[in-house]
């Protein structure tokens, strides 16, 4: 029954932010895990299937490895940046759009100008698109966006013999992008008032 005073107000925020960052700290560790798990999981059958059907050796393996490296602190620093140049100046921005414009694809565009067995490339894109869906909170739309993209991305790269076919690849990815940003928006915002507004910002990000 006693009135609150400023001194305990910062006492319960203090252990909101201890709870905070326990639990912060837990999913963490969580994610660490099944990280673990999932690379586990992919070697292991990468190793195992390779052995009789096709053959992917050390160095297709560590470019895999690299690639992967690359594409998530990649889209790291790029979500950092256009968080920090758009969304703090221009609110209206909706936060998924920036998301679909990650260059996710070019993880699937490069592995499969490297490993020529299709299997591997569409393994490896499975693999990229789940990382990248932990890496924004297990974002649904993230994930369909970069399997289906990155198939695409792989797809268009199989056979380039020049400079123009990774032109025309990276276009026709984008269409695809496009394509399944502009369904997972229709689904998600169907009957709402701002469809227009994120069909508007996220479908040319998709393109982007």
Request: charged share 15%.
């Given at each position: 029954g006693s009135v609150i005073q400023p001194v305990h107000m910062n006492i319960l925020n203090e252990i909101r932010n201890l709870k905070s960052d326990r639990r912060t700290d837990f999913i963490a560790l969580i994610s660490a895990a099944f990280?673990?798990?999932?690379?586990?999981?992919?070697?292991?059958?990468?190793?195992?299937?390779?052995?009789?059907?096709?053959?992917?050796?050390?160095?297709?393996?560590?470019?895999?490895?690299?690639?992967?490296?690359?594409?998530?602190?990649?889209?790291?620093?790029?979500?950092?940046?256009?968080?920090?140049?758009f969304l703090s100046r221009w609110g209206t921005i909706p936060p998924m759009a920036l998301l679909y414009a990650a260059p996710i694809a070019m993880g699937p565009m490069l592995v499969g100008l490297v490993v020529t067995y299709g299997?591997?490339?569409?393994?490896?894109?499975?693999?990229?698109?789940?990382?990248?869906?932990?890496?924004?909170?297990?974002?649904?739309?993230?994930?369909?966006?970069?399997?289906?993209?990155?198939?695409?991305?792989?797809?268009?790269?199989?056979?380039?013999?020049?400079?123009?076919?990774?032109?025309?690849a990276g276009l026709r990815t984008g269409l695809v992008n496009a394509s399944v940003i502009l369904a997972l928006v229709l689904i998600q915002k169907l009957g709402d008032a701002d469809l227009w507004h994120y069909i508007a910002w996220c479908v040319p990000a998709g393109i982007l």
């Open positions: 990280f673990v798990i999932l690379s586990l999981v992919f070697f292991s059958y990468t190793r195992r299937f390779t052995s009789n059907k096709v053959k992917v050796d050390f160095r297709d393996v560590t470019v895999m490895g690299l690639v992967t490296l690359i594409v998530v602190a990649f889209t790291k620093l790029f979500l950092f940046m256009t968080d920090a140049a299997e591997i490339v569409w393994l490896f894109t499975a693999f990229l698109s789940v990382v990248v869906a932990m890496m924004v909170d297990m974002n649904f739309g993230m994930l369909v966006v970069s399997m289906i993209g990155g198939i695409a991305a792989a797809r268009g790269v199989y056979g380039c013999q020049k400079r123009n076919d990774l032109y025309w």
